[in-house]
């Protein structure tokens, strides 16, 4: 079945670095949706994006169909960009383990 | 426009004790998802409908959980006799007919001693 393997596992960043979050999955897509989830919390869509590049003020998602990769750029990081990162493919979400990054002030 | 719904938002039980999971989607949305995301893992989808119908259970632990919405509304998550393995939060997702979007309620918390 599809597995998705999302690295780093954690990232500790000093406020203002940028960080890159990848994704990868063992078989072809035919959905991407990027989340943030606090501890504890429930999941809050970043972006959908099946394809291409979509950006959001500091957040950039960038979709290579054909590769089978999609990547999260976060730029300027700042301390309330901490907690979990998730990506979720295909139409029922198989979601990988996490990004898990901490933005120290 | 009010989002995904659940409750209770925490449930805490002893082994072999039975609890429900209450889920409204979003209005107008035909699917919604279940899934189960123990501590520091990503969610696993345990069942979804389209409408009143079951699309996939495969993932459904058929012998103590169960779920059902049929009315293709609201829909009911049900643990029979909870195991200590069950601790983990529960997650119910909607989305529009023929779009992979899904919008995620907040959750219910449930640890099982």
């Known amino acids: 079945g599809q597995q998705v393997q999302q690295s780093p596992a954690s990232l500790v960043l000093q406020e203002g670095e940028n960080a890159e979050l990848q994704c990868n999955f063992s078989t072809s897509l035919n959905s991407m949706q990027w989340f943030y989830q606090r501890p504890g919390g429930s999941l809050v869509s970043l972006f959908y994006?099946?394809?291409g590049t979509k950006q959001s003020g500091r957040l950039t998602s960038t979709t290579v169909i054909k590769e089978r990769r999609s990547s999260l750029h976060i730029s300027s990081s700042q301390t309330t960009d901490s907690g979990t990162y998730l990506c979720g493919g295909s139409w029922q979400l198989i979601f990988g383990s996490g990004t898990q990054l901490t933005v120290m002030p | 426009e009010a989002g995904v719904t659940q409750s209770p938002r925490y449930a805490v039980l002893q082994e072999g004790q039975a609890v429900s999971f209450w889920c409204d989607p979003i209005?107008?949305?035909?699917?919604l998802y279940w899934y189960q995301q123990p501590r520091d893992q990503g969610p696993q989808l345990l069942v979804y409908?389209?409408?009143?119908?079951?699309?996939?259970n495969s993932q459904l632990p058929s012998d103590r959980f169960s779920a059902v919405r049929p009315k293709g509304t609201n829909s009911t998550l049900k643990i029979q006799s909870a195991k200590q393995g069950d601790t983990a939060t529960y997650l119910c997702?909607?989305?529009?007919?023929?779009?992979?979007?899904?919008?995620f309620g907040p959750g219910t918390r449930l640890t099982v001693l």
């Open positions: 409908f389209r409408d009143e119908a079951v699309i996939d």
């Open positions: 209005s107008g949305h035909d699917t």
């Open positions: 997702a909607s989305s529009l007919q023929g779009r992979a979007e899904q919008f």
């Open positions: 994006n099946p394809s």
